[in-house]
Protein backbone atom coordinates (compact mmCIF):
# COMPACT_ATOMS: atom_id res chain seq x y z
CA UNK A 1 0.00 0.00 0.00
CA UNK A 2 1.12 3.10 -0.38
CA UNK A 3 1.51 5.69 2.12
CA UNK A 4 1.74 9.60 2.05
CA UNK A 5 2.23 11.47 5.65
CA UNK A 6 2.58 15.26 5.60
CA UNK A 7 3.87 16.72 8.68
CA UNK A 8 5.42 19.79 7.42
CA UNK A 9 3.72 22.03 10.00
CA UNK A 10 3.23 19.46 12.73
CA UNK A 11 4.99 20.56 15.99
CA UNK A 12 6.31 19.03 18.25
CA UNK A 13 6.93 15.84 16.29
CA UNK A 14 10.43 14.54 16.90
CA UNK A 15 10.28 11.12 14.53
CA UNK A 16 8.43 9.60 12.17
CA UNK A 17 7.94 6.08 12.33
CA UNK A 18 7.29 4.35 8.84
CA UNK A 19 6.53 0.57 9.49
CA UNK A 20 5.47 -2.40 7.00
CA UNK A 21 5.24 -1.42 3.50
CA UNK A 22 5.04 -2.27 0.05
CA UNK A 23 4.21 0.58 -2.03
CA UNK A 24 5.50 4.09 -2.47
CA UNK A 25 6.09 6.04 0.73
CA UNK A 26 6.11 9.48 0.68
CA UNK A 27 6.72 11.69 3.98
CA UNK A 28 6.99 16.04 4.20
CA UNK A 29 8.36 16.59 7.62
CA UNK A 30 9.59 19.70 9.09
CA UNK A 31 12.64 20.65 10.02
CA UNK A 32 14.28 18.40 13.19
CA UNK A 33 12.06 15.39 12.39
CA UNK A 34 13.81 11.86 11.90
CA UNK A 35 12.05 9.28 9.64
CA UNK A 36 12.50 5.70 10.63
CA UNK A 37 11.61 3.67 8.11
CA UNK A 38 10.91 -0.51 9.15
CA UNK A 39 10.11 -3.57 7.22
CA UNK A 40 9.71 -2.04 3.94
CA UNK A 41 9.89 -3.96 0.59
CA UNK A 42 10.26 -2.17 -2.59
CA UNK A 43 10.13 -3.09 -6.50
CA UNK A 44 10.11 -1.05 -10.14
CA UNK A 45 6.75 0.45 -9.09
CA UNK A 46 7.74 2.19 -5.77
CA UNK A 47 10.45 3.89 -3.76
CA UNK A 48 10.86 5.64 -0.67
CA UNK A 49 10.64 10.06 -1.03
CA UNK A 50 11.49 12.29 2.22
CA UNK A 51 10.80 15.65 1.53
CA UNK A 52 12.49 18.02 4.11
CA UNK A 53 11.37 21.75 4.92
CA UNK A 54 13.23 24.72 3.04
CA UNK A 55 15.28 25.38 6.48
CA UNK A 56 16.31 22.06 7.13
CA UNK A 57 20.07 21.52 6.69
CA UNK A 58 20.72 18.23 8.86
CA UNK A 59 18.40 15.23 8.24
CA UNK A 60 18.71 11.55 9.93
CA UNK A 61 16.86 8.55 8.56
CA UNK A 62 16.46 4.99 10.39
CA UNK A 63 16.21 2.03 8.01
CA UNK A 64 15.81 -1.64 9.40
CA UNK A 65 14.77 -4.30 6.81
CA UNK A 66 14.34 -2.04 4.41
CA UNK A 67 14.93 -4.05 0.82
CA UNK A 68 14.67 -3.75 -3.02
CA UNK A 69 14.40 -6.46 -5.23
CA UNK A 70 17.74 -5.64 -6.75
CA UNK A 71 17.33 -5.51 -9.93
CA UNK A 72 18.81 -3.13 -12.87
CA UNK A 73 16.25 -0.74 -12.71
CA UNK A 74 17.37 1.30 -10.14
CA UNK A 75 13.95 2.44 -8.61
CA UNK A 76 14.35 0.99 -5.16
CA UNK A 77 15.39 4.41 -3.74
CA UNK A 78 15.31 5.97 -0.81
CA UNK A 79 15.13 10.37 -2.04
CA UNK A 80 15.68 12.93 0.40
CA UNK A 81 14.84 15.83 -1.17
CA UNK A 82 15.79 19.65 0.43
CA UNK A 83 17.02 22.47 -0.85
CA UNK A 84 18.88 23.51 2.55
CA UNK A 85 20.29 19.87 3.35
CA UNK A 86 23.63 19.77 3.47
CA UNK A 87 24.37 17.13 6.25
CA UNK A 88 23.15 13.25 6.24
CA UNK A 89 22.80 10.63 8.87
CA UNK A 90 21.55 7.04 8.21
CA UNK A 91 21.20 4.62 10.73
CA UNK A 92 21.55 0.80 9.87
CA UNK A 93 19.53 -1.35 12.63
CA UNK A 94 17.85 -4.39 13.56
CA UNK A 95 17.62 -5.96 10.19
CA UNK A 96 19.93 -5.61 7.03
CA UNK A 97 18.69 -2.91 4.91
CA UNK A 98 19.49 -2.90 1.19
CA UNK A 99 18.31 -0.60 -1.69
CA UNK A 100 19.59 0.63 -5.19
CA UNK A 101 20.09 4.12 -4.44
CA UNK A 102 20.36 6.56 -1.85
CA UNK A 103 19.81 10.47 -3.04
CA UNK A 104 20.56 12.51 -0.80
CA UNK A 105 19.70 16.32 -2.45
CA UNK A 106 22.46 18.69 -2.09
CA UNK A 107 24.04 17.50 1.05
CA UNK A 108 27.99 17.33 1.09
CA UNK A 109 28.48 15.62 4.81
CA UNK A 110 27.09 11.81 4.62
CA UNK A 111 27.31 9.20 7.69
CA UNK A 112 26.76 5.69 7.59
CA UNK A 113 26.23 4.16 11.20
CA UNK A 114 26.30 0.93 10.41
CA UNK A 115 24.94 -1.59 13.51
CA UNK A 116 23.64 -4.07 11.08
CA UNK A 117 24.47 -4.45 6.86
CA UNK A 118 23.55 -1.69 4.67
CA UNK A 119 23.55 -2.00 1.11
CA UNK A 120 23.14 1.31 -1.55
CA UNK A 121 24.13 -0.30 -4.89
CA UNK A 122 22.00 -1.16 -8.06
CA UNK A 123 24.76 -1.03 -10.28
CA UNK A 124 26.97 1.18 -11.98
CA UNK A 125 24.57 5.02 -11.99
CA UNK A 126 23.77 4.34 -8.11
CA UNK A 127 24.90 4.64 -5.03
CA UNK A 128 25.26 7.24 -2.91
CA UNK A 129 23.97 10.69 -5.50
CA UNK A 130 24.58 14.23 -4.30
CA UNK A 131 24.32 17.69 -6.50
CA UNK A 132 26.66 18.58 -3.85
CA UNK A 133 30.87 19.01 -4.34
CA UNK A 134 33.73 18.26 -2.28
CA UNK A 135 31.95 16.24 0.12
CA UNK A 136 32.48 13.38 2.49
CA UNK A 137 30.85 10.17 3.67
CA UNK A 138 31.89 8.57 6.63
CA UNK A 139 30.71 5.14 7.94
CA UNK A 140 30.92 4.07 11.22
CA UNK A 141 30.21 0.65 13.21
CA UNK A 142 30.46 -3.22 13.11
CA UNK A 143 27.63 -3.83 10.06
CA UNK A 144 29.28 -4.60 6.46
CA UNK A 145 28.51 -1.71 4.18
CA UNK A 146 28.40 -2.12 0.20
CA UNK A 147 27.57 1.65 -0.99
CA UNK A 148 28.40 1.26 -5.17
CA UNK A 149 29.57 3.75 -7.19
CA UNK A 150 30.45 7.03 -5.28
CA UNK A 151 29.02 10.30 -6.65
CA UNK A 152 31.46 12.65 -7.97
CA UNK A 153 30.06 14.89 -5.54
CA UNK A 154 32.21 13.14 -3.10
CA UNK A 155 35.63 13.42 -2.93
CA UNK A 156 36.23 11.98 0.73
CA UNK A 157 35.34 8.05 2.03
CA UNK A 158 36.05 8.05 6.07
CA UNK A 159 36.08 4.27 7.47
CA UNK A 160 38.26 4.45 9.86
CA UNK A 161 35.78 3.47 12.53
CA UNK A 162 33.88 0.58 10.72
CA UNK A 163 34.93 -2.49 11.70
CA UNK A 164 31.92 -4.92 9.17
CA UNK A 165 33.91 -3.77 5.92
CA UNK A 166 33.20 -1.61 3.22
CA UNK A 167 32.78 -2.12 -1.01
CA UNK A 168 32.44 0.39 -2.88
CA UNK A 169 33.50 1.94 -6.48
CA UNK A 170 35.35 5.11 -7.47
Known sequence: DDTLATLASATGVTT???IRGDGTTEVTVADG???NL?????DET???????????TSATVGVDG???????????DITLVGAG?????VNATGVASDVEELVVAGA?????????????DGGAASGIT?????????????????????????????????????????
Open 16 to 18: LNV
Open 33 to 35: TAV
Open 38 to 42: STITL
Open 46 to 56: NSINITHAAAT
Open 66 to 76: VVGNGDATVTE
Open 85 to 89: LTTVI
Open 108 to 120: TDVTINAAVAFTS
Open 130 to 170: TTGTAGTITITGAGAVKIGTIDAGFDTINAADNTGGVTLTL
